[in-house]
């Protein structure tokens, strides 16, 4: 099985600091997501990237942004943390056009004061 | 635009009854459709699939049925067990690409 790691379960940070999320995947997958779960909202894609160095905006990437140096790791960047971007964030990796495979991390809760 | 819901947030089951998880879809693009289980302080794992090319897919317990007329598919889980107990959010794409998510759906099985 896949094994994905995310960096931190828990993180407190304060309004306006630059925070980042890394994600490590060890299964050379082609592909890896950034996702935000919220009460009621589900989960929401915020940024995938199909290869190294590309990257493809979500659904609400606005105040975020990605990098993907190497296959392995998946890094989600947060500018300027906002209160509203307190949230559980999971990493996801599948292999290229099999998108039923999707293995999750544990999840990173952000908490932005 | 919730392009996938899931309208009951939570469910009760009896051990041993049948529990039936329903999802809604507004896109009649959607080739694809998935169920995901979610413990706390775990990452999501899949757990069934079904083509639109299909109407059912069983895997043992559990079995997702697929409605493209209503736009609509359910998970049954039969028998539930207390281990079922868990976030159950269904998911939808589009010719292999990015997934859309339901809200998700709190499932309790009672003893």
């Known amino acids: 099985d896949v094994k994905v790691t995310q960096s931190s379960r828990y993180l407190v940070k304060r309004t306006g600091e630059k925070v980042f999320l890394e994600c490590v995947q060890d299964m050379d997958h082609e592909n890896m997501f950034w996702y935000r779960q919220d009460p009621g909202l589900g989960l929401r894609l915020i940024y995938f990237?199909?290869?190294?160095?590309?990257?493809e905006k979500g659904d609400i990437p606005e105040g975020y942004s990605v990098s993907r140096e190497k296959k392995e790791r998946f890094s989600l960047i947060l500018e300027s943390a906002s209160t509203n971007q307190t949230s559980m964030y999971l990493c996801a990796a599948c292999k290229g056009g099999n998108t039923d495979t999707q293995y999750f991390g544990p999840g990173t809760r952000l908490t932005v004061l | 635009d919730q392009q996938v819901k899931q309208n009951s947030p939570s469910l009760s089951v009896q051990e041993g009854r049948i529990s039936i998880l329903n999802c809604d879809y507004t896109n009649s693009m959607f080739d694809y459709f998935l169920w995901y289980k979610k413990y706390p302080a775990e990452g999501p794992t899949f757990l069934i699939s079904i083509s639109s090319i299909k109407d059912k897919n069983e895997d043992g317990r559990f079995t997702v049925f697929l409605n493209k007329s209503a736009k609509h598919l359910s998970l049954h889980i039969v028998p539930s067990q207390p281990g079922d107990s868990a976030v159950y959010f269904c998911?939808?794409?589009?010719?292999?690409?990015?997934?859309?998510f339901g809200q998700g759906t709190r499932l309790t099985i009672n003893p």
């Open positions: 990237s199909y290869d190294v160095k590309m990257k």
């Open positions: 998911a939808a794409s589009v010719g292999a690409q990015k997934l859309v």
